[in-house]
């Protein structure tokens, strides 16, 4: 008589084997397979509370703790899932493990400006040809100089990896021309800077204002790949990417308040715009007009995200002049201003 599921198990894998001794192997596999699932079935009915009590703190941390943030807001985008949980336990990407890069791909990482421009259009516009269709965008409304800091303020928002975009926030988008947008509080100021512009001489072409979702999960999945296919590991493609596309979901062009500006003589964006007559003119005067170069050089450590000296962001007169005077970050002037 046998009094359990095992014994049964073993008489059973005994006789099988005696009558077929040329299945000997197939049977023990079986026999150890079963064997298993009995050990599995009885761990977990002996221990069901203990489990439970497991599996209910696991969905707790996952839906309550802030590293998972973002893997849920993506939710859909597979080949960022997991980058997104690696970009919050190591915050500063652009300071961690440092990954060398061949002169042949240091040269490539000068950024794309057609791929940078808003999807469905390759095309970059010039301050002429803005100023021209500047008529048609009169009737912008246009804000007063926030000089009054508080919490909750549209204009200074910090995005970053850390802070990605809120499920509720609300924008309305403004045409500046073609289809090329950003938040329509934005676009006078953005006019009256290229106007000054124009009057000192300088040459100036935006190329990649709004961006949506879509073209920004693009943008970063393109730049991974191609670290990929150069041999690089997903971590390491990662780390290099987040640097110079901002992740999805935590990019300030996906909210219309970014833009990226280039000059018709340098038609890269990368490092050397900043030494250009126009990357210079930008920076000594961008703060007028309520922009800030978001990612300055020797701040990578705060930003996360390597000197883009073509990115400049809208803050508001108020605050852009704090913060380029100071030589601070969003970051900082956030927290210096408990924002």
Not at 108 to 124: F, K, R
Not at 175 to 184: A, E, P, V
Not at 241 to 252: H, I, K, L, M
Not at 322 to 338: K, N, P, R, S
Request: aromatic fraction near 10%; hydrophobic fraction near 40%; charge should be negative.
């Amino acid at each position: 008589m046998y009094h359990s599921f095992e014994e049964k198990l073993i008489w059973q894998t005994r006789k099988a084997i005696y009558k077929h001794p040329f299945l000997k192997i197939p049977i023990l596999t079986y026999f150890l397979i079963m064997k298993s699932l009995y050990r599995l079935v009885f761990l977990v009915a002996s221990n069901g509370k203990k489990l439970s009590a497991v599996l209910l703190l696991m969905v707790f941390y996952v839906f309550s703790c802030s590293f998972c943030t973002p893997v849920l807001n993506l939710a859909g985008e597979a080949i960022l899932d997991s980058s997104q949980v690696h970009a919050m336990a190591n915050p500063n990407p652009a300071v961690s493990d440092e990954i060398i890069l061949t002169k042949e791909e240091a040269e490539a990482e000068a950024v794309d400006i057609e791929g940078q421009a808003s999807a469905g259009s390759n095309q970059t516009y010039s301050i002429e040809e803005i100023l021209e269709n500047e008529q048609e965008l009169t009737g912008e409304t246009k804000v007063d100089d926030l000089s009054n800091f508080k919490k909750g303020d549209w204009n200074l928002i910090l995005i970053n990896k850390q802070h990605p975009i809120p499920e509720d926030y609300e924008f309305e988008l403004g045409t500046i021309i073609g289809s090329f947008q950003c938040d329509k509080r934005v676009i006078p100021d953005l006019l009256e800077m290229l106007k000054q512009a124009q009057a000192d001489g300088i040459s100036l072409e935006i190329c990649s204002p709004y961006r949506n979702m879509t073209h920004q999960t693009e943008l970063f999945n393109k730049k991974m790949n191609r670290y990929m296919k150069n041999g690089y590991s997903y971590m390491e493609a990662y780390k290099l990417s987040s640097q110079a596309v901002t992740v999805p979901g935590a990019s300030e062009h996906q909210v219309g308040l970014a833009i990226d500006i280039y000059t018709s003589s340098h038609k890269l964006l990368n490092a050397a715009f900043g030494e250009t007559e126009a990357g210079i003119w930008l920076a000594q005067h961008c703060s007028e007009y309520g922009f800030i170069l978001r990612y300055p050089l020797g701040k990578e450590e705060v930003t996360g995200i390597e000197y883009e000296p073509w990115h400049f962001r809208y803050v508001g007169k108020a605050a852009a002049k704090i913060i380029m005077e100071q030589g601070i970050t969003l970051e900082e002037f956030v927290e210096e201003y408990d924002l």
